[in-house]
């Protein structure tokens, strides 16, 4: 088995009003520390941070096995430009977003163990919380039952065979996918979720740095 990592990391932090993965934890970017969660897998062979020069220059302490990539419009696009930098004797690829700096190597390796199994898994965590449907103006309707609901994150870890016929069939259609499950799901499979122990939050408002804390 070759695993790579994909890295997405050439959004605009519009919502943030800043660039969300220069924020600094332990004395280094967001960004930094969501690279070296897989750049420090010895069983990870091709890390591909898919983002603009000026951020993969924070990285220049991470080591060899790191290349960049030119991202697209879309998350999706991103994603393409990745896969389509990997190299030919990688047979696994997990993609992560890079906004994602919590995430342990405990975790990796869990997911990647799954998915050498199945084909395909990834990261989630169960919703524990009350949920309940409103009208727009923000008045409850009813409850929402959360049995079977999870939330998802990355990374979304895939035989290289199989995310690249998914993202194939994206391309051929015009379906707006959100993430990788997302885009298997879009040729009627299923993946094998793996249960997240611990917190690993995606910064997307300045509210969420405060889980850096």
Known sequence: ?????IIVASGSSRRMGFDKLAAEFDGKPVLWHSVRAFSSLAEVSQVIVVTPT???AWLSDLGRKMIRVDGGTERSDSVAAGLAALNDDITHVAIHDGARPLVSSASIRATFAAAKNTGAAALARRITETLKRATPAGVTTGSVSRDDLWIME???????????QAYQNVGQGDAQITDEVSALQLLGKGTNLVENP???PKITV??????LS
């Open 1 to 5: 088995m070759s695993y790579a990592a």
């Open 54 to 56: 000026e951020r993969f």
């Open 154 to 164: 990355t990374p979304q870890i895939f035989s290289k065979g199989l995310i690249l």
């Open 198 to 200: 611990s917190a690993n």
């Open 206 to 211: 300045q509210a969420d740095l405060g889980a």
